[in-house]
């Protein structure tokens, strides 16, 4: 990750360097524009998802299994079924909205203002990162990808061994963080993943966009987490005030 801003101040912004996206191809643009679409379509029905939960509380582990389910139907179909990949990837992003419902009501709950700061936040990080992996060299972030798949393994560790031991608040919240700086830097590397794949003629846009997603979700709780844990902090000290 240090690679990553380190490079980002040696280099010169502009805005024609903005514009500049000649070490993308026309095929490969017109592949990002159909990805992008049904990333915001999985969002949506993401969304719907978590509104199903709200009405009939239907998020837990089995809306989590069966989003799983749906993800691995999924990547086993060829992609020439492109319509039956489509439903299914939808159908995964309600599940996992539901999964995500309890944690989202519980955000309406105590502050709604919450909920809207921690997505508005996550899709500004989203656009950031992904445009930044853009408009970087061809391949330049992609060897990060082993260091993540390190950080994702640590990740799983710590959360068995916090599950078996028991974990503190402050273990907890090293977790939250740790993966917060993983997923974004997923963000990078997914970005040009996809990119370098779809310049080798793999433009399987559902494939790529359910990876976006399961980026954009992972950073999202992430960040709610830490705004509700900083909320609930704000009105401790504001009843101790009272008090």
Known sequence: MEAFFESRSRSNWSYDTL????QISPVVQSHLKRVYLTLCCALVASAFGAYLHILWNIG???TSFACFGTMIWLLSIPPYQEQRR?????A???FEGA????LIDLAIQIDPSVLVAAFVGTAIAFACFSGAAMLAKRREYLYLGG????GVSMLLWLHFASSIFGGSAAFFMFEIYFGLLVFVGYMVVDTQDIIEKAHLGDLDYVKHALTLFTDFVAVFVRILIIMLKNSAEKSEKKKKRRD
């Open 19 to 22: 514009k500049n996206f000649r």
């Open 86 to 90: 489509v439903s299914l990837l939808m």
């Open 147 to 150: 260091l993540l798949s390190s």
């Open 60 to 62: 837990g582990y089995l």
């Open 99 to 102: 999964s995500v419902g309890p």
């Open 92 to 94: 995964s992003a309600v």
